[in-house]
């Protein structure tokens, strides 16, 4: 008789299900238990039932096993020396560029406020009186927009007043 293969879904009936459980747990633990002793690996295990019970199995302490664990993700996820100082120069680099941007926005700000224009040339004068000119034709054109949007809404309320 061959066996089909198995889907990898959640298997409904319940007393099946805990069956099943019980095989391949039993299975499991052979499986760490063969691969400790046969390749001398130092395995640990631990697994829970559905109904919250604690099955494990390790080749030596399984407190020793999971402290080694955390010790071995701590040293490779924390980055080298080499790698701390680049990061170090390059968000340093990264924050001169922008405390430049911010005394550049300040200064232009303060220009098209009307301040600090003593030392500017006429060119930079007249750059800064386009920029301004610009800015009052963009902000009459939403001004006549929002006047044109509210008069709509008047004449919509005064026709439906008179309805």
Known sequence: MV?????????????????????????????AFELSVLCDAEVALIVFSPRGRLYEFASSSILETIERYRSHTRINNTPTTSESVENTQQLKEEAENMMKKIDLLETSKRKLLGEGLGSCSIDELQKIEQQLEKSINKIRVKKTKVFREQIDQLKEKASSLYI
């Open 3 to 31: 066996r089909g293969k198995t889907q990898m879904k959640r298997i409904e009936n319940a007393t099946s299900r805990q069956v099943t459980f019980s095989k391949r747990r039993n299975g499991l633990l052979k499986k």
